[in-house]
């Protein structure tokens, strides 16, 4: 692992988005061979992604050719709840870029099966070639998505 120390969240956020841009358009996705990204919610990232946001209506990346797997959503909030995470990553991000809506994958937090939810989740992210790249967000308690300290390092999609 690579430790990157920045001054500020700004410039912190503006290495990962910079990073990110890098790396897709060092794959030259395409229809065929999209890249892979996977994303998280809350506040820790908003500021990557309107960084993001800048470096697409730039000319610098294009998420045309980018396929999005979220970490995570609420069980029981239908997706134009306005806490659901679903809702947040349209208004905060992917309402701002040339992404296809087919191109983005949010667990649905209504489904009335949810381990089979999780497991066709998986098996589409397995579909897509698996995660490129992941942009992970670290809570001040240390959970990562719904992972919460001491879960298993080994767990799958819950």
């Not at 990073?19 to 897709?24: D, E, G, R, S, T």
């Not at 908003?46 to 610098?60: M, P």
């Not at 797997?69 to 309402?95: A, C, R, V």
Request: a negative charge.
């Amino acid at each position: 692992m690579r430790l990157i120390i920045q001054s500020d969240a700004n410039q912190m956020a503006q290495w990962a988005a910079n990073y990110i841009a890098a790396k897709i358009n060092k794959a030259n996705p395409t229809s065929e061979k999209p890249f892979v990204l996977g994303l998280p919610t809350g506040s820790s990232p908003l500021l990557t992604y309107k960084a993001l946001i800048k470096l697409y209506e730039s000319g610098v990346v294009s998420f045309e050719n980018v396929i999005t797997f979220n970490m995570d959503e609420y069980i029981g909030l239908p997706k134009d709840h306005p806490q659901s995470y679903y809702t947040f990553m349209w208004q905060n991000f992917f309402n701002h870029i040339d992404i296809k809506k087919e191109n983005v994958h949010i667990l649905n937090g209504m489904a009335e099966d949810p381990e089979a939810e999780c497991k066709a989740y998986e098996d589409a992210m397995k579909d897509a070639g698996g995660v490129d790249l992941f942009l992970g967000g670290i809570g001040p308690d240390g959970h990562i998505a719904f992972n919460e300290p001491g879960s298993s390092l080994s767990s799958r999609t819950r």
